[in-house]
């Protein structure tokens, strides 16, 4: 698998801006990672019924994904998603190599303070940004893909 993009947006599977990533990327399969949406069948099977058309989706916990990632040598272009960073963290412990994380989306909600306009993030999840900025993984900010990179820095 060729890892064209991993994106924090806790809206998933969307419309305007997974459809315009996949299309600019060339996306054949979105890996969607997430352990309590992996357990769930019904939400796994709305999820794969938004997919773009000639893109394939599949619902894996944290260690599925990863076993599938080491062991699938296909050239397929993929995007790896995830609903929030906790769940990307626990990628890269179980034993995944993550090389980038975008940090696309994340809304507000309690405790959550605005790192820029589409980003807010709690204490714990700027903490997990960092940790994973220490174990080498480039954390960036970028909404859609005419948006330039910003690195991630806690402010």
Not at 55 to 69: G, P, T
Not at 114 to 132: H, P, Q, S, W
């Amino acid at each position: 698998m060729n890892i064209e993009l991993a994106r924090i947006d806790e809206r998933l599977v969307h419309g305007q801006v997974i459809a315009s990533w996949t299309r600019v990327l060339g996306i054949k399969k979105i890996l969607v990672i997430d352990d309590s949406l992996a357990s769930d069948s019904f939400m796994s099977e709305v999820l794969k019924m938004a997919a773009p058309s000639g893109v394939d989706i599949l619902v894996l916990s944290a260690e599925q994904a990863k076993n599938m990632l080491l062991n699938d040598n296909s050239n397929d272009k993929v995007m790896l998603l995830f609903k929030n960073i906790k769940t990307a963290l626990k990628l890269v412990k179980v034993g995944y190599e993550l090389k980038e994380l975008d940090i696309g989306n994340i809304g507000s909600g309690a405790k959550r303070k605005a790192y820029n306009k589409r980003v807010f993030m709690t204490d714990e999840e700027l903490d997990i940004a960092e940790e994973l900025i220490n174990m080498n993984v480039h954390v960036y900010t970028q909404m859609l893909h005419t948006d330039p990179k910003e690195d991630f820095k806690r402010k």
